[in-house]
């Protein structure tokens, strides 16, 4: 029987392993679990933001407006500017969307390096073609050979699943080593990155002990054959206004990774309990 994972949502994966089949929570639906205090003020700009330039709109094609009108015309003139979705909403929606464009097309890239056929993607964004073209120029720097693209890891024990970016051949402080690598775009690596990474190697370390057997994982387990030396984050640009791309700043290694691992497994029975409670 094939160990294959399935998605059967947005939370978890379906996954069989020595004949038994189960859902394990998704890697980043665990992290959702993390308190983000740095969110409220930022959520809380955006929407002051909003408020700001669909006012500054509206006064521009009718200044009298203040003067003339009622503070409930004001008021209903600026709503029906803005809509009713949350300015912090739409701006997290546009950043996945590129998020996700530019980690298709790296991935893309990846699998034509490994032998695969190109997919058609469609139509991405300036700021998706700019991530690209950074990752290009990394690549090539670092003599990228990649072993894995997309991979799908799991630890039966724990009772987690995730999705590594890539597993590669680079060249990391002067020496080539086999790195696990996971893609993010934004303005900064943020500590949860180090969890996620830190779970993948868990897992797949798990899975060389445990899962070397099982017939959908044999195969690239094999191709690998040990454990990445390194887990590193890649951090590449979301916006086309952002500082150029700094290696020694936007390559991060995860250190001590199985420390970071032990806080992931907490924090997974953290999201259990929770999910528990409803």
Request: proline fraction near 4%; charge should be negative; aromatic fraction near 8%.
């Amino acid at each position: 029987m094939s160990s294959r994972p399935k998605k059967p949502s947005a939370d978890s994966y379906e996954i069989t392993h020595g004949g038994k089949t189960r859902n394990l929570v998704r890697v980043t639906r665990v992290l959702s679990a993390l308190a983000k205090p740095a969110l409220i003020p930022w959520a809380a700009g955006q929407e002051r933001d909003a408020v700001l330039l669909a006012l500054r709109e509206i006064l521009t094609r009718d200044p009298k407006l203040l003067v003339h009108a009622s503070p409930e015309t004001v008021v209903e003139a600026v709503q029906g500017r803005m809509g009713y979705a949350r300015a912090h909403l739409k701006t997290t929606r546009d950043a996945m969307d590129i998020g996700t464009q530019a980690h298709a097309l790296i991935q893309d890239k990846t699998m034509q390096m490994m032998g695969g056929e190109s997919r058609a993607i469609g139509d991405v964004s300036d700021a998706a073609l700019s991530a690209l073209i950074v990752w290009e120029d990394w690549a090539r720097e670092v003599g990228f050979v990649p072993l894995l693209c997309e991979q799908r890891v799991y630890h039966w024990t724990a009772g987690y699943a995730g999705t590594v970016d890539c597993v590669a051949e680079i060249t990391h402080r002067g020496e080539r080593v086999c790195a696990m690598i996971d893609y993010k775009t934004g303005k900064a690596v943020y500590q949860e990155a180090h969890l996620q990474l830190a779970a993948y190697m868990s897992a797949m370390e798990w899975m060389m002990r445990y899962a070397c057997l099982e017939p959908g994982e044999k195969a690239w387990l094999e191709k690998i054959a040990h454990l990445p030396d390194v887990a590193l984050v890649l951090r590449l640009p979301k916006t086309l206004d952002q500082d150029q791309f700094n290696q020694d700043q936007d390559v991060v290694e995860v250190p001590e990774w199985h420390s970071a691992a032990d806080a992931f497994w907490a924090l997974v029975q953290v999201w259990q309990w929770q999910t528990r409670r409803g």
